[in-house]
C-alpha cells in the first residue's frame, strides 16, 4: 500500500471549516484513500473514501487531485468534537489497513 | 449498520495471567478481523490478521504463542494475551472487514494493565 505524509498537527476555529491535506504521491491506479479519525481512547471511526472523484456524506467532503497524488478532507463547519487524530490511508482490495502518523486536529472555541 | 463490539473496554490484571478480549461484529458477517495494539502518543501498529476458520497471520515481530488469535465463527475474534507482563500494557484495537461501503469497522478498544 503507498504511504501517507499528513502534517503531525493543525488548529481550527469552531465554526470554520477544517481543511486536512493528505499527500500519496506513489498512489497506484486501484488504491483508494480512506479517512478515518480517532477521539482519544477510542477506535477509530470511519469518516469518507474515495478513487477519483470527489464525495461527500453527512460528515465530510474529500477532494482528491485529478492526479491523485494528494487529498484533502474538508469538515465544514468545525464543532469541539471534531477535536481528534485524523489518518489519511490509500489500500487496495481487501489489504488491512496501515495507520501512519496522522494529523491532530484542534478545533479551538 | 457495521456495529463492531469489543469487551472488556479496559482490565488490570497480574503479570503471568492471561487475558481474553473479544471481538463481535453484531449485524454483518466478517470473514476477516485485524487485531492492533497502540502504544501512548503512537499510532495503531497493526499485529495480525485473522480469518475465520483459518489460522491467524502475524506481523513481524509479534509473538504468536504469546498473542493466541482465535476466528472460529464470521462473527467473533478473540485475542489471548497470555503470561502477560506490564509491557504488554496498550490499548488493543480490533477491527472488521464485511461492509464494502465503509471498509472496516473498528471496535471502541481495550486498555490493557498489566500489574
Known amino acids: 500500500d503507498a504511504k501517507t505524509t499528513q502534517p503531525p498537527s493543525m488548529d481550527c476555529a469552531e465554526g470554520r471549516a477544517a481543511n486536512l491535506p493528505c499527500n500519496h504521491s506513489t498512489i497506484s491506479g486501484n488504491e483508494y484513500v480512506y479517512w478515518y479519525r480517532q477521539i482519544h481512547s477510542q477506535g477509530p471511526q470511519y469518516i469518507i473514501h474515495g478513487l477519483k472523484n470527489n464525495e461527500t456524506n453527512e460528515m465530510a467532503s474529500l477532494i482528491i487531485t485529478e492526479d491523485r497524488k494528494s487529498s484533502t478532507l474538508i469538515l465544514p463547519h468545525a464543532t469541539l468534537r471534531d477535536t481528534a487524530v485524523y489518518y489519511c490511508i490509500v489500500r487496495v482490495g481487501a489489504n488491512n489497513l496501515f495507520f501512519g502518523t496522522g494529523t491532530r486536529l484542534t478545533v479551538i472555541p | 449498520g457495521a456495529v463492531v463490539s469489543q469487551h472488556p473496554s479496559w482490565v488490570i490484571c497480574k503479570s503471568g495471567t492471561s487475558v481474553k478480549i473479544e471481538c463481535r461484529s453484531l449485524d454483518f458477517q466478517a470473514t476477516t478481523m485485524f487485531w492492533y495494539r497502540q502504544f501512548p502518543k503512537q499510532s495503531l501498529m497493526l499485529m495480525a490478521t485473522?480469518?475465520?476458520?483459518?489460522?491467524?497471520?502475524?506481523e513481524q515481530g509479534v509473538e504468536k504463542d504469546k498473542f493466541l488469535i482465535n476466528h472460529a465463527s464470521l462473527t467473533l475474534s478473540t485475542l489471548t494475551v497470555t503470561s502477560a507482563h506490564p509491557e504488554d500494557s496498550s490499548f488493543y484495537i480490533c477491527s472488521a472487514s464485511g461492509t464494502a461501503n465503509y471498509g472496516y469497522t473498528f471496535g471502541s478498544g481495550t486498555r490493557l494493565t498489566v500489574v
Open positions: 485473522s480469518n475465520e476458520g483459518s489460522k491467524a497471520t502475524y
